[in-house]
């Protein structure tokens, strides 16, 4: 073979004239021949094995040369041939290759064919692969029809195909053939040809998909190949590169591949040449779009997680992204460190670098806590919740993330938020302190373990040795100094030194009787403490003492080497004899071990210590974020919501400190709209309380009792009923644990096992729920609840007999719900009998839960009883019997501090003491009754009314015969006209004897309720004579009952109820009148309307929980729309700035409430603005902000924008003083204001120009200027700037000298003539007219629009106006006694028939 082949740049090189001994294509084939000579391919494969490639290469150039002309069945048989020849070639060389007798012509040949084959294969792999591409995209996966069929087919084939492709190249590719090449180096184009063809198939969008997974990792172990022996490393690098910035789904891909090329095939450089690229990437670059940040960011992630160990030596080239603009790559890198944390830089076993890098990752981890990017926050917090769960975090750094995590709670990101709190319930899952945290019960063990940690201390430290330093150390330390005071003292003195010396030499001579060894202790004394000179000077004194000692011999001489001797002898030589005699004890062995042991007891406790402190700041840290997250469980988010939920499932399951308090919180929850919500509190409870664990039976059904019982202690009435809709679904799904648990109940109920009270109770409430879902549960079993609970026990524990008949009564439910006959029981049932008998002998008792049992009981009798109003009649009469013979007796109950003189019931009475709590126990039963007995007419009797009346009507159409439908059809329309007559005259019939039984009958001299009233009225309007707080507080909620029988009696002491309201010292007597009077304002508005004004007095009471009652009350009745809505809103405004939190969220949910109603707060702005900056209020500046920035809030649209700027323009000319004016300008600051607005604003310059002077009124008016720049068109800015310079102009220099010809020159000169005539005011009256045709636009409310615009003062008023007040004026006196200042009907309120309340 005389020619070699070279693999062609392009491929229509091969056609042309080559080099010396270059092949050239000869023969191009054309299409329509191309059959015959790919059946001649086919023969001398078959024949002459792969070298045939050589003779037909041709054949195979001209299919790719006319690739797309020729058909898909040539293009597939040609890729079929050429897959065998590359097979063929990968099965026949290995023995080629291992020989080493092969001429070179043979090899050339090999070599020829492995090029020709292997280039004209991945050619046409290309083109199939381009042509499949567009099938797929001009094809639509979803259409029929014939054609999309196929499509799809062919599509399918060459998924497969290009499998087999691959996988040909994979098994030549991976043997030596290198060898096959002079030096065996493989030219370049050969390699490029194979890789192109890889990256070709990469681009494939659908090859990150699960079904292209065969060819994929074909592909990755191809180029892995490739990289490893061919020397693909950099074009690899350079490629991932490349194709992750244009094609975003490879980012999984690379990621699977460079983890397989540097785990399987060894090529760590791999790894470091990506990272590298990607981090020389500066934050400019990153930044543009298309830049592929975001699949760097992914790729880098995915990585991250699938070689961690490989990434941590190119970190530092990533962390500088952590410093850019890009959020994406900031993500990346801490996703990397994340993973590195978790899965290499953990455990005890790290040496010293490998716990610094930790430490340091987790510095930038917590930094980027707090990043300027939410998602990045987000995503952080996501990260330490995988590192927490992988229990990877030290123990060190538990406080300091958890308190960071708490604080992410406040972000305004809903998705920090979400992380934080699935982060919080991580650290609570894992913690690994204690399975129970609750800092109250770690406070004593705390304490408990430091006093012992104290003693321990304190005891090894008198045991202690002090620690002794070894003298010729010190003296080496000393002797410089030394020296320097021995030089000194040596050197000739002053007179004044002298004289210093001789009286230290005075002092010295006391103890000149002392022997020299006693003198060299001292001086060895002084040396120690640092008295240097008086050392020195002892010591030149000893000598002459001494002058036979040996100690002192040297000094015959004094110089300061022979004194620095005798120091150092004196000081050296005493403590060495010191140690000779410790040298001479024995040794100890015991006392060392005693030591050890002393040593190790103290470190333990110290560890345990800690353990505790560390404990009880975890459990702090968790209580606090509880209380914040409890607050969100009412979040509008419902994802939100959900993580709250399971939140609080997590720390109740850890028993948390507080942790029940959220788990109540999330309960009315279950009435929530949004179903995922409801699903998810109900899930929580089903969790918690429902499934519980045991190995039998009984074992679970105990359990779950024990848990819903312990939520139920101390539970509020609106707790229990939310908890009944989960124990009704409990109840209601079949469970096999139902009538073990039921059964369970009961033996706890009535005692067979000991319970306490609390548990009893518990159980009894859960059997009403139960009942609710299944009546017989109790209808079954009322003896035993009669004779257990509400039997001659009963006056010792009222609470469970309250519960008792609270169970009793759920029973109710379905008797109300059906439309038969009402289900009632006999008088002289066992049941009413222990009621009035309980009832009666409870009235003489002075029992705190007497009133709640006998409330229950009352309402019991009136849903289940015969006559219940005989019934009760007769319970009064008993009772009042009862307290008459307890008069009579003058026992020693009558001898209270609390007596008054009472001569109401009986004349012969006189003089008599009655007990204040038995006679307001007394009056409150009266009262119970009265309303229960109203309630009983206005639904009971009136239901029961209207089925007679069916029932007959339903007979009398039975009994008509068929002539009679006849008719009926003929006349159908006109029947059907009279009978709706009919049916409504007998609604009203029966609404009127109800009326009539109640304005009449009820209050009758013959009725025993009528008795009591003129008790009540007395009590009431002296409250000086009776003022025991229990009578006086029954005695107006009585009353107040007895108001709700008629309107007659309601009239008559309405003055007196507001009187009470207004005057009563106590304050749950003006709550409880706060309430009677919202029901009354909706029984009787008219009567109540005139009073409407003393009702929002209220609002302001002294008394958080009497001004909570009115806005509770007062919310109520707006919403309802029973309450017109006026001026004095205001005052529920107020509110939003009470100290109270939760009054200011009352009040904060009216607004919110009232702004779901058209147009409500825009109509009551200019008035409550009005009230607000009224001077005699006396409110702050910064409160009358906070208000108006709430209030504000709600005006959204652009009419209304505009229509309020013009009415607050307005009321400068009213306003008087400063602090108004300010106001005004604030208000209109807080606007969102628009451009149609702000042409407003300029149209009312003379409304406020001359108060500009005033800083308050010019600073916010600038503020909108400021506001309206923004993203304002250059057009609209130019005229904001033009209104900036005029504001700043008339505040500056005044309005007179802006106004003057001069200026107006001047503005002409800068403006133009087009600004001045945008900022000139027009005339009052074309403003007038302007606001008069737009009367005609539906989106602006007319309504009251003439009470808001004031250019004129007010007709009716006589008085100059000094403030700019509602144009309703109200009194706000006191309700009092006399009747000339009783307010009369002045607007009668629309009410409902009370046929349509009847049917309701």
């Not at 600073?1259 to 904001?1280: D, H, N």
């Amino acid at each position: 073979m005389s020619w070699d082949f070279f693999v062609p740049v392009c491929v229509g090189d091969l056609v042309k004239t080559g080099g010396i001994n270059q092949y050239v294509v000869q023969d191009v084939v054309p299409p329509k021949q191309l059959p015959p000579y790919l059946s001649r391919f086919k023969a001398a494969l078959r024949s002459q094995g792969p070298l045939c490639i050589l003779e037909h290469f041709d054949t195979g150039y001209s299919v790719l040369q006319h690739s797309n002309s020729v058909e898909l069945s040539v293009k597939e048989d040609t890729l079929e041939l050429l897959v065998q020849v590359v097979s063929s070639l990968a099965s026949t060389l290995p023995a080629l290759l291992v020989s080493t007798s092969v001429s070179a012509a043979e090899r050339k040949e090999k070599l020829n064919a492995v090029k020709m084959s292997v280039f004209l294969l991945c050619k046409i792999t290309e083109a199939l692969e381009s042509e499949s591409y567009r099938q797929s995209i001009v094809t639509a996966p979803g259409k029929a029809g014939k054609k999309g069929k196929a499509g799809g087919e062919g599509l399918l084939q060459w998924d497969s195909e290009r499998e087999k492709v691959l996988q040909a190249l994979v098994q030549l590719l991976q043997l030596d053939i290198r060898s096959l090449w002079s030096l065996s180096l493989v030219e370049e184009e050969f390699i490029s040809c194979v890789t192109c063809c890889c990256y070709k198939l990469l681009e494939n969008p659908t090859i990150s998909h699960v079904k292209s997974k065969p060819t994929r990792d074909c592909i990755i172990h191809l180029l892995g190949v490739l990289i490893k022996k061919y020397n693909h490393l950099l074009g690899a690098s350079v490629k991932v590169i490349q194709l992750l910035q244009h094609f975003e789904q490879l980012s999984s891909v690379f990621a699977q591949a460079v983890s397989v090329w540097s785990t399987e095939y060894g090529i760590r450089a791999i790894i470091g040449e990506v990272i590298r690229e990607i981090g020389q990437k500066s934050s400019d670059e990153l930044a543009r779009e298309g830049s592929g940040v975001k699949a760097f960011s992914s790729f880098l992630s995915e990585l991250g997680a699938l070689v961690p160990e490989l990434m941590i030596p190119n970190i530092s080239v990533l962390i500088t992204h952590l410093e850019g603009e890009s959020h994406a790559m900031r993500v990346a890198v801490c996703e990397v460190l994340g993973e590195i944390l978790v899965r290499v830089l953990c455990g005890d076993g790290l040496d010293e670098s490998g716990k610094a890098d930790r430490d340091r990752f987790f510095d930038t981890l917590q930094e980027h806590l707090h990043d300027t990017h939410s998602h990045v926050r987000a995503r952080v917090l996501q990260v330490y919740a995988r590192i927490v769960n992988s229990k990877a975090l030290p123990l060190c750094r538990y406080s300091e993330v958890m308190g960071l995590t708490v604080g992410r709670l406040m972000d305004k990101s809903i998705n920090v938020v979400k992380s934080a709190i699935q982060l919080l319930a991580a650290f609570i899952a894992h913690n690994p302190y204690s399975c129970k945290l609750s800092s109250a019960d770690l406070k004593k063990p705390l304490e408990k373990e430091t006093a012992k940690l104290r003693e321990m201390k304190e005891k090894l430290g008198a045991k202690a040795p002090v620690a002794v330093i070894k003298a010729s150390e010190l003296w080496a330390a000393m002797e410089p100094e030394l020296l320097v005071t021995v030089t000194t003292e040596l050197e000739p003195t002053s007179e004044t030194e002298r004289e210093q010396q001789e009286e230290d030499g005075d002092v010295e001579e006391e103890k000149e009787a002392e022997d020299d060894r006693a003198t060299a202790v001292k001086i060895a004394q002084y040396l120690r403490v640092n008295k240097y000179r008086n050392a020195v000077r002892l010591c030149i004194k000893a000598h002459s003492c001494f002058p036979e000692s040996e100690m002192f011999a040297s000094l015959s001489t004094v110089t300061p080497e022979t004194l620095m001797n005798t120091l150092a002898l004196l000081f050296k030589g005493s403590d060495e004899d010191t140690s000779e005699l410790s040298q001479n004890l024995p040794p100890t062995p015991q006392r060392e071990g005693e030591k050890e042991e002393e040593d190790g007891e103290l470190k333990k406790q110290e560890m345990l210590v800690q353990y505790l402190k560390d404990t009880e700041t975890f459990a702090l840290q968790v209580e606090r974020a509880i209380s914040v997250i409890n607050t969100m469980l009412y979040w509008k988010t419902t994802s939100v919501v959900q993580e709250a939920v399971q939140f609080c499932v997590t720390v109740c399951e850890f028993s948390v400190a507080n942790s029940v308090s959220g788990v109540r919180k999330m309960l009315p929850l279950v009435w929530s709209t949004d179903a995922a919500i409801k699903d998810a509190v109900v899930q929580a409870y089903r969790r918690l309380y429902l499934n519980p664990q045991g190995d039998t039976t009984r074992t679970k059904a105990q359990t779950l009792v024990d848990s819903l019982s312990e939520l139920m202690v101390d539970a509020s009435l609106g707790t229990i009923q939310c908890l009944e809709e989960i124990v009704q679904e409990f109840f209601g799904s079949g469970s096999n644990l139902q009538s073990t648990v039921v059964q369970v109940l009961w033996e706890r109920f009535t005692g067979k096992r000991e319970t306490s009270n609390l548990q009893r109770r518990a159980a009894v409430l859960l059997l009403g729920m139960a009942a609710r879902a299944e009546r017989e549960v109790v209808l079954s079993n009322l003896d035993t609840l009669c004779s257990v609970a509400l039997g001659e026990k009963v006056t010792e524990d009222f609470l469970l007999a309250r519960d008792t008949v609270f169970t009793i009564c759920s029973i109710t439910d379905h008797v109300r719900q059906s439309k038969g006959a009402p289900f009632r029981l006999p008088q002289d049932h066992q049941l009413f009998t222990c009621l009035t008998q309980a009832i009666a002998e409870g009235v003489v008792m002075e029992d705190p839960y007497w009133q709640s049992f006998m409330e229950q009981a009352v309402r019991l009798i009136y849903f289940l009883a015969e006559s219940p109003d005989q019934l009760c009649s007769r319970l009064l009469q008993r009772s009042a019997r009862l307290l008459q013979d307890q008069i009579a007796e003058g026992g020693e109950i009558n001898k209270n501090a609390g007596q008054i003189q009472d001569g109401s019931q009986d004349p012969n009475e006189q003089g008599e003491q009655v007990n204040c709590v038995c006679l307001a126990q007394l009056l409150a039963l009266c009262g119970c009754v009265a309303f229960w007995q109203v309630s009983h007419l206005e639904r009971s009797v009136s239901t029961e009314l209207r089925r007679r009346r069916g029932e007959k009507e339903e007979r009398e159409e039975k009994e008509k015969g068929p002539s009679s439908k006849a008719k009926q059809t003929a006349n159908e329309s006109a029947m059907e006209e009279e009978l709706g007559l009919i049916g409504a005259s007998a609604e009203d019939t029966e609404a009127e004897l109800i009326r009539k039984i109640c304005e009449t009958e009820l209050l009758a001299e013959e009725n025993l309720l009528c008795a009591f009233l003129p008790l009540l009225v007395k009590v009431c309007s002296s409250p000086g004579r009776y003022s025991h707080p229990q009578l006086t507080t029954a005695a107006c909620l009585a009353l107040s009952q007895y108001m709700m029988i008629s309107p007659s009696v309601c009239e008559e002491n309405i003055r007196l109820m507001f009187t009470v309201l207004e005057r009563s010292a106590l304050p749950v007597v003006r709550a409880n009148a706060i309430i009677a009077l919202g029901d009354l304002t909706v029984r009787f508005p008219n009567i109540l309307e005139p009073w409407t004004q003393n009702l929002y007095a209220r609002l302001s009471d002294e008394i958080p929980s009497v001004r909570q009652t009115a806005v509770t009350v007062l919310t109520q009745l707006v919403l309802k729309d029973v309450l017109k809505v006026k001026g004095q809103v205001s005052e529920v405004a107020v509110l939003l700035i009470d100290p109270e939190p939760h009054i200011a969220s009352l009040s904060l949910n009216f607004f919110n409430e009232l702004a779901a109603k058209d147009n409500a707060i825009y109509n009551l702005l200019p008035d409550i603005i009005s009230r607000l900056s009224d001077p005699e209020r006396g409110m702050s500046s910064e409160d009358f902000n906070t208000i108006m920035k709430q209030l504000f809030s709600y005006i959204t649209k652009e009419r209304q924008t505009e229509s309020l700027v013009e009415k607050l323009c307005q009321r400068f000319r009213t306003a008087k003083t400063e602090r108004q004016w300010c106001d005004l300008a604030m208000s209109l600051s807080l606007l969102s204001m628009c451009e149609r607005g702000f042409k407003r604003l300029q149209e009312c310059w003379e409304c406020y120009s001359d108060k500009l002077t005033e800083p308050g009124v010019y600073q916010p008016l600038l503020s909108i200027t400021a506001k309206l720049r923004r993203g304002a068109k250059l057009q609209f800015k130019a005229l904001v700037d033009d209104f900036e310079k005029r504001l700043t102009a008339v505040h500056t220099r005044g309005l007179e000298n802006v106004e003057s010809p001069e200026m107006d020159e001047e503005n002409q000169k800068e403006g133009g003539p087009s600004g001045r005539t945008v900022v000139r005011t027009p005339l009052p009256t074309r403003g007038r007219t302007r606001s008069k045709r737009g009367q005609s636009k539906p989106s602006v409310s007319s309504h009251g629009d003439e009470s808001y615009v004031t250019p004129q003062k007010s007709r009716k008023s006589k008085k100059p106006v000094i403030t700019f007040s509602s144009d309703e004026e109200e009194d706000e006196e006191d309700a009092v006694m006399a009747e000339s200042e009783t307010p009369k009907v002045t607007t009668p309120i629309a009410r409902t028939s009370r046929r349509a309340r009847l049917r309701n």
